[in-house]
Every structure is written in C-alpha cells, then in structure tokens.
Nanobody
Framework: QVQLVESGGGLVQAGGSLRLSCAAS????????MGWFRQAPGKERTFVAS????????YYADSVQGRFTISRDDAKNTLYLQMNSLKPEDTAVYYC???????????????WGQGTQVTVSS
C-alpha cells in the first residue's frame, strides 16, 4: 500500500513558476513508476508527466513539454513537478500517482493522491 500526499499548489500569475511535491509512504518508493495528472473543472483527468522507477526515463504531454520537469528523490520518497512559464490553461487540480509495473502515460496507476489546486491568473 502506498499513500501519496501532494503539496505546493497555489495561485500564481501567468509566466510564473510553482513546484509541486508528492510525498509517498512506504519503503519501496524507488520501485514505483510515478506520474502527474491534472483535471480542470468540467474536464477529464489528463496526463501531464511520468517518470520510471530509476528516474532515467521521463515523458511529458505536448502541452507542457519544455515548461514542466518531473523528477524524484528516492531518498526522500518524494516526487516533484517543476512548472515554469505557467499559463491560465494550466489551471487544474494536479494529482500524483504511483504504479507498480512500468511507467505509462495512461491513467492506469495503482495509487493516487488527493490532489492540489493550481490556479494561474492572466
């Protein structure tokens, strides 16, 4: 069982930056592939970024490529999402997720956090 707790969301102006964190419980965090997803009001949850267990492979949605960076610190059991050059369309609830077998860009993750709100004003 893995418990995930996101933090770092907030209100920021367009062009600004935020760093989201996702703290994970358990001693086997390094074995899990991790992902970030987001859900805007009235819309489906969509893929943002993912990283494999070793951290050697990362994947990004086209809409965030070059602006967002996913990373992990296995010693701290923490996943990060550095978000730069934020746009109003990045406004959403951001969720982190953990998957036992292989990294993916689909929502097929085993564990989810409760989400953190990111609001970007124009």
């Amino acid at each position: 069982q893995v418990q995930l707790v996101e933090s770092g969301g907030g209100l920021v102006q367009a062009g600004g930056s935020l760093r989201l964190s996702c703290a994970a419980s358990g001693r086997t965090f390094s074995r899990y592939a991790m992902g970030w997803f987001r859900q805007a009001p009235g819309k489906e949850r969509t893929f943002v970024a993912s990283i494999n267990g070793s951290g050697g492979r990362t994947y990004y949605a086209d809409s965030v490529q070059g602006r967002f960076t996913i990373s992990r610190d296995d010693a701290k059991n923490t996943l990060y999402l550095q978000m730069n050059s934020l746009k109003p369309e990045d406004t959403a609830v951001y969720y982190c997720a953990a998957r036992r077998w292989g990294v993916t860009t689909t929502p097929n993750y085993d564990y989810w956090g409760q989400g953190t709100q990111v609001t970007v004003s124009s």
